[in-house]
Nanobody, 123 residues
């Protein structure tokens, strides 16, 4: 069992930056891959970024070059640094943890989910 708690969401202007945090508890943090997904109103949850137990990362094309995922295993925390934010980035952002260290872009690849943190980017 893993519990995930996101924080850092808020309202920002287009072109601004925001850093999301996800604190994990319940198991060894370094043993599983972590990811960020987002879901806009009326839309399906979509992949944003993922990181394995070490440094391997994956990003959605829509955020490539703007977002950076990282993790601090000592703090059992994963981060999502979001730069050059666009209005289309507006969504509820969810942190997810996989059962294994393997990265996946599919929601089914993750067994544990946080409650989400809202990110709103104004024009």
């Amino acid at each position: 069992q893993v519990q995930l708690v996101e924080s850092g969401g808020g309202l920002v202007q287009a072109g601004g930056s925001l850093r999301l945090s996800c604190a994990a508890s319940g198991r060894a943090f370094s043993n599983y891959a972590m990811a960020w997904f987002r879901q806009a109103p009326g839309k399906e949850r979509e992949f944003v970024a993922a990181i394995n137990w070490g440094v391997r990362t994956s990003y959605a094309d829509s955020v490539m070059g703007r977002f950076t995922i990282s993790r601090d295993n000592a703090k059992s925390t994963v981060y999502l640094q979001m730069n050059s934010l666009k209005p289309e980035d507006t969504a509820n952002y969810y942190c997810a943890a996989a059962v294994t260290p393997q990265v996946s872009i599919l929601p089914g690849g993750y067994a544990y989910w946080g409650q989400g943190t809202q990110v709103t980017v104004s024009s």
